[in-house]
Every structure is written in structure tokens, then in C-alpha cells.
């Protein structure tokens, strides 16, 4: 089973940018389709983005133009380039590895101040 371990996060003001990484281990990543999720405070932890084995895009709706997913599987690393932060968009941030079964990141801090 496929190990992951984020980073990259950090505190930042409105209107800047960050760029997560999610380092996998243990599984043949390539072979992994892969999501990043959030989880603000006090909230349900949510669906972010998706990039397919096929490296097909997904994003939702309050992300879309501003982050943007992508992978690097020689080096079995996945991004979460976020551009435009808002407040909004703090919380924890997982990456999600699944090809049958399903593997979690530890999570990375996103703080954006106002």
C-alpha cells in the first residue's frame, strides 16, 4: 500500500500562492489515480482536485482557475500549485491515493490570513 507524506504548507496573506507536495512511497505510483482534499475547522473534510493515472484533471468548483493539480511520477510526487489564496481556503490538506485500495497523507497546514 502506497505511503504518503505531504508538505509545502504554511501561513500566507490574501491573494498569494503556495505549492504543496505529496511524496508517495510503497506502491507504483504512476499506476494511482490521486486527489488532494481540505478540511477547514470545524468542517467536513472536502474534495479538492484529481489527476487521473492518465494525468486527467478534475477540480471543484471553488477551486478551479486558481489551483492546479499535476503529477511527477518519476519522481512519485504529487503538486497542488494554489494561486489567488483566499481566506476561504484555509485548512488541512490530504493527498489520496487510490487504485483499490485508498491511502491518506498525514496533512499540511494551509493558513490564509485576510
Known amino acids: 500500500q502506497v505511503q504518503l507524506v505531504e508538505s509545502g504548507g504554511g501561513l500566507v496573506q490574501a491573494g498569494g500562492s503556495l505549492n504543496l507536495s505529496c511524496a508517495a512511497s510503497r506502491g507504483i505510483f504512476s499506476s494511482y489515480d490521486m486527489r488532494w482534499y481540505r478540511q477547514a475547522p470545524g468542517k467536513q473534510r472536502e474534495w479538492v482536485a484529481t489527476?487521473?493515472?492518465?494525468?486527467?484533471?478534475t477540480y471543484a468548483d471553488s477551486v478551479k482557475g486558481r489551483f492546479t493539480i499535476s503529477r511527477d511520477n518519476a519522481k512519485n510526487t504529487l503538486f497542488l500549485q494554489m494561486n489567488s489564496l483566499k481566506p476561504e481556503d484555509t485548512g488541512v490538506y490530504y493527498c489520496?491515493?487510490?487504485?483499490?485500495?485508498?491511502?491518506w497523507g498525514q496533512g499540511t497546514q494551509v493558513t490564509v490570513s485576510s
Open positions: 489520496y491515493a487510490e487504485r483499490g485500495s485508498r491511502s
Open positions: 489527476v487521473t493515472a492518465f494525468r486527467r484533471t
